[in-house]
């Protein structure tokens, strides 16, 4: 994989300032700041426990930082509640480690749940999409390899290409943003590679802003425009994917040589 470089954007699509969490007296996230821009891949590298789900979990307001701001497109989603929350939390596409699929229907089905505050409420509660909806529901598989797939159940597909599905339901989902929490933690090399080229590829094509948080720090260079660094809730580093080497590898994760 080789990462595509981004032009600079002068209005980040997403702006994390100063993102604070405890749990207790234990500080999991401490001043975390850092920009994303649209189009742009950017990697949270960090040793279990840096606090990277909790950062993603604030991002999204599934729980509430101490401090700092999360900016979408320039609006703080502390700032938001009721309906303009809701239509502000469909700019942020989910992908996740466990898949997140209705193993018992079809992946094109499971596509289609991206769809669903945008239809209309007798289609949703009839599980009956409109042609439009069918149509960009597989283009989106299509984008990620899988047209092929659409009928077959999500429990018959490989782990890689169940996660390639849940890329397909964020991209119908038309999002800003992707945050991508540990997406190959369980997939074989070849396929985790298959997995982080379609994040990738709707980066650079759609120019959705991708965050995704790895530990397979072997694939961050070719795969990142951009990485940030936690440590203890930190931000330690933050630098082009290309120029990520060893000597970051073993800064972030605290590791002593020699």
């Known amino acids: 994989m080789t990462a595509v470089p981004k032009a600079e954007s002068a209005d980040p699509v997403l702006r994390v300032v100063g993102m604070t969490h405890r749990y207790g007296k234990r500080v999991v996230l401490d001043d975390v700041s850092f920009d994303l821009a649209a189009g742009e891949v950017v990697a949270i590298v960090g040793p279990s426990g840096a606090g990277n789900t909790t950062l993603f979990r604030c991002i999204t307001r599934l729980i509430s930082a101490d401090a700092g701001r999360v900016e979408l497109a320039g609006r703080d989603l502390a700032a938001l509640t009721g309906a303009e929350l809701r239509r502000a939390r469909r700019n942020i596409g989910l992908v996740f480690q466990q898949y997140n699929l209705v193993r018992r229907m079809s992946a ?6 991206g769809r669903l505050a945008d239809m209309a409420t ?6 009956m999409p409109g042609p439009e909806e069918r149509a960009s529901a ?17 429990d018959r597909l490989s782990g890689g290409e169940q ?5 397909a339901r964020a991209l119908v989902q038309r999002s800003r943003v992707v945050l991508a929490d540990e997406p ?15 994040l ?10 991708v965050l995704c948080s790895l530990h397979q720090v072997a694939m961050v260079a070719g795969f990142a425009d951009r990485v940030v660094g936690l440590r203890s809730g930190k931000v330690v580093l933050d630098l082009a994917g290309a120029e990520f080497d060893e000597r970051h590898h073993q800064a972030v994760y605290d590791i002593k040589t020699g």
Do not use: F, M
């Not at 094109?108 to 749940?113: F, G, H, I, P």
């Not at 007798?122 to 599980?127: C, F, H, P, Q, S």
């Not at 190959?184 to 379609?198: E, G, I, M, Q, Y």
């Open 200 to 209: 990738r590829s709707i980066a650079r094509d759609d120019g959705i802003a």
């Open 184 to 198: 190959v933690s369980s997939l074989d090399p070849s396929a985790a590679t298959k997995v982080l080229a379609a």
């Open 108 to 113: 094109l089905d499971n596509v289609l749940a």
């Open 122 to 127: 007798w289609r949703v509660l009839a599980r």
């Open 138 to 154: 597989l283009a989106c598989l299509e984008r990620v390899g899988l047209a092929d797939h659409a009928a077959e159940r999500a």
């Open 163 to 167: 996660q390639r599905v849940a890329i």
